[in-house]
Every structure is written in structure tokens, then in C-alpha cells.
């Protein structure tokens, strides 16, 4: 089994109907794939439901995760329960990278382009074309050459080239919301 790391992104506001169940099955399906460093950007919504369900495997995997933070303070601007989850589970990582002392233009796109560096498979919730989420999936597929170097699969394990340091992309196109994963699938 080879070991590899997951970028992980996603919207800010997730829909009420938001399955985090799925999600947690995923995210274990992708542990026993082999991923085992996970970088998360820490920002409100997904990634933070991520890091919650990745912190709680902790105890029973022997995986890490790397809190990729834009700029020093990113979390004075969530909510107070925001902040406070926030707060906590950041103690639970086992890096953290803080990229910036203060908000810059640019700091999430510089955030969002190292976890794609680095890692082997980005793990997305993306329900729109436009905003961050958006574009940190077109900046990882564009990461090979102009041949289909990411395989778009919802839910499906997808192997890891050996020679090939490209992310795959694992997208939920209509990810851990609505029916979609009830009985109509």
C-alpha cells in the first residue's frame, strides 16, 4: 500500500442538509487507501468538519495533518463557536504552517497552491465553478501536462502512479448533501 498525502477542500457554508457521516465514511475509505498526511486549510464549513472527523481517527489511525494557515488570526473573523472549534482542533495537528503575520491578497491562493504541491490527492466538496474551492481544483488539474493526468471518480478509490507526482484528484460533484447518497443512488 503506498502511503499518500490529501489536500483537503471545500466550501465555507455547507447546506443544512450537509451528511458529515458520509463524509467521515470517505475520509476513512481514503485512510485505508493509504493516505496518511492530510492538509487541511482550517477555514470554516468543510474544512473544519474535515478536521474535526480526522482528529477523532487520530486515536485509531496512525495518520497526521498539517493545519495550512493563510495568516496569522484567519479565525478572529469566524464565529464564536467557529473560534472555538477552531481553536481546538488546531492543537490537535501535528503541523501547522501559518503562511502569512497578517491578511495579504493572495494568502489563501498561496495556502491553497502548497497543500496541491504537496499532496498526492486533493479530497474536494465543490457544488459551484466559481470561488476558492473552484479554483484550487482547476489549479490542481492543471498541474500535468495536457494529457488527463486526474481522474475525476466520485467515491471511488483511485491508485497512485507510482512515477507520477501530479495529485490525483479525488471530487465530490454532488458531495455529502442531498439524496444523492440516500436510497436514489
Not at 488570526?73 to 472549534?85: I, V, W
Not at 486533493?122 to 459551484?128: E, K
Request: glycine share 6%; proline share 3%; net charge positive.
Amino acid at each position: 500500500m503506498n502511503k499518500t498525502a490529501c489536500a483537503l477542500t471545500g466550501h465555507r457554508v455547507l447546506p443544512a442538509n450537509f451528511n458529515e457521516q458520509k463524509l467521515s465514511e470517505e475520509l476513512e475509505n481514503l485512510i485505508k487507501d493509504g493516505c496518511y498526511y492530510f492538509y487541511c486549510g482550517m477555514a470554516e464549513g468543510f474544512d473544519l468538519c474535515a478536521l474535526k472527523i480526522l482528529v477523532s481517527f487520530k486515536k485509531t489511525y496512525p495518520i497526521k495533518i498539517e493545519a495550512c494557515v493563510p495568516y496569522k488570526g484567519q479565525e478572529n473573523y469566524f464565529s464564536a463557536q467557529m473560534k472555538t472549534l477552531y481553536r481546538e482542533l488546531i492543537l490537535q495537528c501535528d503541523e501547522t504552517t501559518v503562511f502569512f503575520d497578517r491578511y495579504t491578497d493572495g494568502s489563501f491562493l498561496i495556502r491553497n497552491r502548497y497543500m496541491v504541491d504537496k499532496a498526492d490527492i486533493v479530497f474536494s466538496y465543490c457544488t459551484r465553478n466559481t470561488g476558492g474551492t473552484a479554483y484550487t481544483l482547476r489549479y490542481a488539474e492543471s498541474k500535468g501536462s495536457s494529457s488527463k493526468r486526474t481522474k475525476r471518480r466520485s467515491l471511488s478509490a483511485m491508485p497512485r502512479k507510482k512515477t507520477s507526482k501530479r495529485p490525483l484528484l479525488r471530487r465530490l460533484r454532488k458531495p455529502l448533501a442531498s439524496s444523492w447518497f440516500g436510497t436514489e443512488r
